[in-house]
């Protein structure tokens, strides 16, 4: 069976899934856009501001959106395979009713319904407060793996154990249990150290009670919507294989940076991302924010914070020594160091005079003498203005196509 892991395939479910052999996977957890009809604002890289799209018109849109996807999974699991389907209130009982088809996992398939619980802020007093999420756990057949996890239970009184059987901790006297299907773990809070800033982003421990209970050292998990990683990360700390796959080329970005930071592996070696945008075409298809971090990333850079109020600057491109300290020492570089040269990045054909003038702007008041103007092509006044701004002011402002991001990206990222 002829199927390549530690692997983060870019672009969409649907046709990445084709590429896998049939009954290859022995573990599938997919946390896929809720359909709640509102738009997520995430920080991806470095906390920067950006938004994502989790919106459907309707039930029936989101309902159509999945049902081939799941088609797909169900092919590529093993028949002793265990299906995690992560989603919250909004949509658990269309999806339920979904995976119980017969065309799919089927009604006496279904093994669980796990209520993940946690503590977070926000409330109302219209209503109870929403804390928690569900999770569908679906076999392929009647003969599947699973490894019982074990849970602390508090108790007042020890009826019905041996007293060897207690333990105490700062919370009290408890005993290890056989885990229930409601799981009170910790969200990823703002103090929490795993924390990227993602605002869909698990726990490391919800996903290794998963990833524990429903495979074996050795065993390939495979994660269809993969977002900021952490599925892939508890499967490597864990000793699993792994492939991922996410439709942003941003989230590739983020996940590879999480395995290299946290797991200690290096892309090209410990594992590869795959089918990256290769064209200015491709390219052409992305949303704003996902073709800006994409080019930003190619030269080596960091995309701005707040993609908003960017202050006519997208990113900045730090000396290799820069890069390699915060690397090593998870340093935020906005503010911290004072040596970058500006990037402004533009999806338009054509950048104009104008566009170069408001850069020139952005570069005077960092106090740079360089910059780096990202688009598509540029017109000849853009060409005159950037000679002009040299001859009389100082400031280069080096200008770099799409299309030569793109085939230095084929020869290996820029340096």
């Known amino acids: 069976m002829d199927i390549q892991t530690s692997v983060i395939y870019c672009g969409d479910c649907l046709e990445k899934l084709k590429e896998l052999p049939d009954e290859s996977v022995d573990l599938i957890y997919i946390d896929p856009p809720f359909s709640s009809n509102r738009n997520y604002v995430a920080f991806w890289q470095e906390q920067e501001k950006r938004h994502f799209e989790d919106?459907?018109?309707?039930?029936?849109?989101?309902?159509?959106?999945?049902?081939?996807?799941?088609?797909?999974?169900?092919?590529?699991?093993?028949?002793?395979?265990?299906?995690?389907?992560?989603?919250?209130?909004?949509?658990?009982?269309?999806?339920?009713v979904l995976l119980d088809r017969d065309d799919l996992f089927g009604y006496n398939n279904f093994q669980n319904e796990i209520v993940w619980c946690y503590k977070t802020g926000g409330a109302t007093?219209?209503?109870?407060?929403?804390?928690?999420?569900?999770?569908?756990?679906?076999?392929?057949?009647d003969d599947w793996l699973f490894n019982?996890?074990?849970?602390?239970?508090?108790?007042?009184?020890?009826?019905?154990?041996?007293?060897?059987d207690f333990q105490k901790d700062e919370k009290g006297q408890y005993s290890w249990v056989i885990a229930k299907d409601w799981w009170e773990i910790p969200a990823v809070g703002s103090a929490t150290k795993e924390r990227l800033g993602y605002p869909t982003q698990k726990p490391l421990a919800l996903l290794d009670r998963i990833i524990k209970a429903s495979s074996n050292e050795g065993d390939i998990v495979l994660d269809a919507f993969c977002g900021c990683g952490t599925a892939l990360v508890s499967a490597q700390v864990n000793k699993r294989k792994w492939i991922g796959i996410d439709i942003s080329p941003t989230s590739c970005r983020v996940v590879a940076d999480r395995l290299e930071k946290n797991c200690g592996l290096k892309e090209g070696e410990g594992f590869w991302i795959r089918d990256l945008p290769k064209t200015a075409k491709e390219l052409r298809q992305y949303p704003a924010?996902?073709?800006q971090n994409w080019a930003i990333n190619a030269l080596g850079g960091t995309p701005n914070k707040n993609l908003v109020r960017d202050s006519g600057i997208d990113g900045k491109l730090y000396p290799i020594e820069d890069i390699k300290k915060e690397k090593q020492e998870g340093i935020d570089l906005f503010g911290e160091i004072d040596h970058y040269i500006p990037i402004q990045v533009k999806r338009t054909d054509q950048v104009g005079r104008p566009e170069i003038d408001a850069f020139l702007t952005a570069?005077?008041?960092?106090?740079?003498?360089s910059g780096i103007f990202v688009g598509f092509s540029f017109s000849r006044d853009?060409?005159?203005?950037?000679?002009?701004?040299?001859?009389?002011?100082?400031?280069?402002?080096?200008?770099?196509?799409?299309?030569?991001?793109?085939?230095?990206?084929?020869?290996?990222?820029?340096?």
């Open 55 to 96: 919106r459907f018109e309707n039930v029936r849109a989101y309902i159509d959106y999945m049902t081939p996807r799941l088609k797909e999974l169900y092919r590529v699991l093993k028949p002793t395979g265990s299906f995690y389907y992560h989603c919250d209130w909004h949509a658990s009982h269309y999806i339920k």
């Open 148 to 164: 019982p996890q074990k849970e602390k239970s508090y108790m007042m009184h020890e009826y019905g154990f041996k007293k060897s």
């Open 125 to 141: 007093k219209r209503r109870f407060a929403k804390k928690h999420d569900i999770i569908l756990f679906y076999t392929k057949s």
């Open 363 to 369: 570069i005077k008041r960092d106090r740079r003498d």
């Open 382 to 415: 853009a060409e005159k203005e950037v000679r002009r701004i040299e001859r009389e002011e100082g400031i280069v402002i080096e200008f770099i196509t799409v299309d030569q991001i793109v085939q230095r990206e084929m020869n290996g990222r820029i340096k």
């Open 289 to 291: 924010f996902e073709f």
